[in-house]
């Protein structure tokens, strides 16, 4: 069929592509090209890197000014951490006019993340087409990886917070003056404590925990990570037998951090990670509750199946010939669930 061969010999020629400027260049400064480099510890762990740029935002001296039309952030909706951001942005009503927003492709490629999507393969805005190029600009002896998300300060061009585990909560808070009339309060003040400690525990045992099992490079790190995060998911089934949200009937921080990985489990983290002793649709109340979560605009637009199975399963892992599963079904995402029945009309 024409439009197969067509497809066919536009992957062949962009792999080429990769493997020529591979050759012509092994990198940007000292940043690093993948998690093998500096993130397996001796007996086989994944032990993922600290974030680097983690000046918070704030109206403090030395914090990070709010500011409207300062920054941008780039994100793919391959990645959780990223995608964390985007569903705050769509449930707050940060738009583009407050905060800039550029996507790479959701399959890294060995000289990390790339703006191929835009026009020339060029981010529009910084007039990059890989992103460690900010980053050895910021700092040259930089050695880590460059992430997503990350936020570029536009007027002093710079990376100044790549730091997932707190992005959100500014966004929740000191950015207040931009949200959109009736916007959720995703961090209350009295639900703080609670938040954070969830949250820590959330991000070691499912969000990291699926990474930890994943990555790992013995088979008693895979086993002891693998029991880790159906321990948690096993929990989380019961507490959300009787609660709408992780909080009761409040939407918050913590729902967007577990839905990240729920919405990747079935699709990428079932195969790619070995994790399968059961997928997300497999639980009764973490799978309405999931496709609770998907029905609210800010969670779907900021999901996609294809690009998170595309950056798993082609990017993320070993696939030297590039067969690219047809399942799951995600059309499942679309049905009615049962919260609604049980808890009343959602409310956000």
Known sequence: MPELEAAACSLAAHRQKIEQQSRNNSGFGNVASSELKGEIAENGAFVRQKNRFDTPFGNEEGQLPVEKGRYRLIWTPLCPWATRQVIAFGLLGITEDIISVGKVAPIRTPKG????LDEGGVDPVLGIRYLPEIYAETDPEYQGRATVPTIVDLKTRKVVNNDYHKLTNYWETVWKPFWKDGAPDLYPQELRTGIDALNEIIFNEINNGVYKAGFAR?????????????DRLDWLEEHLKDNRFLFGDRLTDSDIRLYVTLARFDTAYYFGFRLNKKRIRDYENLWNYSKELYSIPAFKNATDFDAIK??????????PNEILPLGPDNSAWEEPN???EKFGKLVI
């Open 113 to 116: 993340w790339e703006f191929s």
């Open 218 to 230: 013995t088979q008693e790190q895979y086993e002891l990570n693998y029991k880790l995060v159906f």
């Open 310 to 319: 595309r950056g798993y399963l082609l990017g993320a892992n070993k696939n």
């Open 338 to 340: 049962n919260r609604a």
